[in-house]
């Protein structure tokens, strides 16, 4: 029973103070507010298209309950920045409260009309977060680079269904389709006046040919890409990009521009050049971030190679660097880095030459089971059924396959049918391939003391790459490559990937040798 009366003893004190308590009460800020940061800067974004957003902290670090008379955008309602402050969206705000040593977030984000402003393709728009006014006021500034673009996307028609590709048709009459569209003639060359933006896969139809000039930059939406169709062609015409009087490299990446997204794997499909594209070829070119860097697909049944890739880098794929399938392809100069399985995967044979090229995967978004280099000549459809096709030539010539497993080089022979070729040869290479378990010493395919497939390579030793996690694979002076070029190809190939003039004998790889700083 007292325990009882005292509990109900307490209730009532705390009933009659809390009755007796005066309301909240704020006073107005008086200047001496703190921020996380004094400008915010929201990176390059197209015109037209929604930036992300982005936060600002604000903080009371005094013991008192305040509020903030405005909270406004320099341009108030005119402005072309966004805000969103504690939960409420506008441009103008007025008493605000905050309470003491509490914080709040602000939330930025912006679309912006380039058209609106005369500042070329591209410009610095700026505005600014006002906190209060007069002698009180405190400011943030916000600043954002914006890009004009040709924005190039599918159609969408009157009942809201997307323009898409056909694909083709499977045994029951199923069509397979995807987002995309055909380019007219006037989109077939593309500059590098302003940035291209691709929604959708781009389609270069029957004999048309898309030439991309020099110093052009393409950004590919999600699930976006380029597709070359039956007699079509791409011509993408890079140019050395420490050159003054030349344009420099053609570069294919991701549309998300944030620093965030900058090794972000996957962003994008593919440069697919379909079976029966002809005369493709990409010079000065770096592909990053896509899911499959390039695929191809046969030859058109001439004696030229599909493909012909030089001085071009393909850079974190999130499953191939370069797959070609039954490709008929001739690389020279080409650095293929970091994939989720293979930087190149030669699958259901075909016919390749690699010359002073670099293939090195150190992925380590995720565990890799697939080598950096890997050659087969048939594609399992079930447990049954396995498509074939010769591998006709697979020539590696002074080059470097290196990367973070012990095995970088696998090849893959059609089960139970040797009568299907699978035809390699590999000279003067630096090689990776540590079988500390011996799963291959009486393996057939890898008899490395057969001269006519394996001549004068170099096994195991330190690539010495200058920052694997950047991708950076120039080699250092301590790498296992330099000098073990044979000169036969040299010739062929006599200046770098960097227009570096070869030594005689040549380093292998895509780049001569260089020495490092000490901050390397």
Not at 60 to 77: A, H, K, S, V
Not at 230 to 236: C, H, I, P, T, W
Not at 241 to 256: A, K, P, Q
Not at 421 to 435: E, H, Q, V
């Amino acid at each position: 029973m007292k325990k009882f009366l005292y509990t109900f003893l307490i209730l009532s004190i705390a009933i009659l103070w809390s009755s007796c308590r005066k309301d909240f009460v704020t006073v107005p800020s008086s200047g001496q507010l703190q921020f996380s940061k004094d400008t915010v800067y929201l990176d390059t974004i197209f015109t037209n298209i929604g930036s992300s957003t982005y936060n600002l902290k604000v903080y009371n670090r005094t013991d008192d309950d305040i509020f903030i008379p405005t909270i406004q955008l320099g341009e108030g309602e005119n402005s072309r920045y966004r805000l969103n402050v504690d939960g409420v969206a506008g441009k103008v705000f007025e008493n605000v409260e905050l309470l003491a040593n509490d914080s709040m977030f602000v939330f930025v984000e912006t679309t912006i009309d380039i058209n609106s402003f005369s500042g070329g393709n591209q410009f610095l728009y700026t505005d600014a977060i006002e906190f209060d006014n007069g002698s009180n006021q405190q400011k943030v500034e916000l600043v954002t680079l914006v890009q004009d673009a040709v924005f190039l996307y599918p159609q969408q028609f009157d009942d809201g269904t997307i323009e898409t590709l056909l694909l083709g048709v499977d045994e029951e009459g199923n069509e397979t389709r995807i987002e995309g569209f055909f380019l007219e003639d006037s989109e077939l060359n593309w500059t590098n006046e302003k940035p291209y933006v691709v929604y959708g896969y781009a389609a270069v139809g029957q004999n048309q040919v898309l030439n991309i000039d020099a110093g052009a930059r393409v950004y590919f939406h999600a699930n976006s890409g380029l597709i070359v169709g039956n007699m079509g062609s791409l011509q993408v015409n890079g140019t050395l990009s420490n050159t003054e009087e030349l344009e420099g490299e053609v570069i294919f990446e991701g549309d998300r521009l944030e620093p965030a997204f900058a090794n972000v794997p996957g962003q994008w499909g593919t440069i697919w050049l379909t079976n029966g594209s002809t005369n493709n070829s990409i010079n000065f070119a770096t592909i990053k971030n896509a899911s499959v860097g390039i695929l191809t697909e046969n030859s058109d049944g001439t004696e030229n190679p599909t493909l012909r890739l030089n001085n071009s880098k393909i850079y974190n794929s999130a499953t191939v660097g370069l797959l070609a399938r039954t490709g008929f392809v001739e690389a020279e100069n080409t650095i293929i880095g970091n994939a989720g399985q293979s930087s190149l995967y030669c699958n259901l044979g075909g016919r390749y030459s690699f010359k002073h090229c670099t293939f090195a995967n150190y992925w380590n978004n995720s565990f890799r089971t697939f080598p950096t280099v890997l050659l087969d000549n048939y594609l399992q459809v079930d447990n049954e059924t396995n498509f074939t096709a010769d591998l006709i030539q697979a020539d590696f010539s002074n080059c470097i396959i290196d990367g973070s497993n012990s095995l970088e080089l696998l090849f893959d022979q059609v089960p139970n049918d040797s009568s299907i070729l699978l035809n390699y040869k590999f000279d003067n290479c630096l090689i990776k391939f540590d079988d500390f378990q011996n799963r291959f010493t009486n393996d057939p395919l890898y008899n490395f003391n057969d001269t006519s497939i394996f001549a004068e390579n170099v096994f195991n030793q330190e690539a010495d790459f200058r920052n694997t996690e950047l991708e950076d694979f120039r080699i250092g002076n301590a790498s296992g490559a330099i000098g073990i070029g044979n000169i036969p190809t040299t010739q062929e190939v006599p200046v770098d990937a960097l227009g570096v003039t070869r030594t005689v004998p040549s380093d292998a790889g895509a780049y001569q040798n260089i020495t490092f700083s000490d901050d390397d």
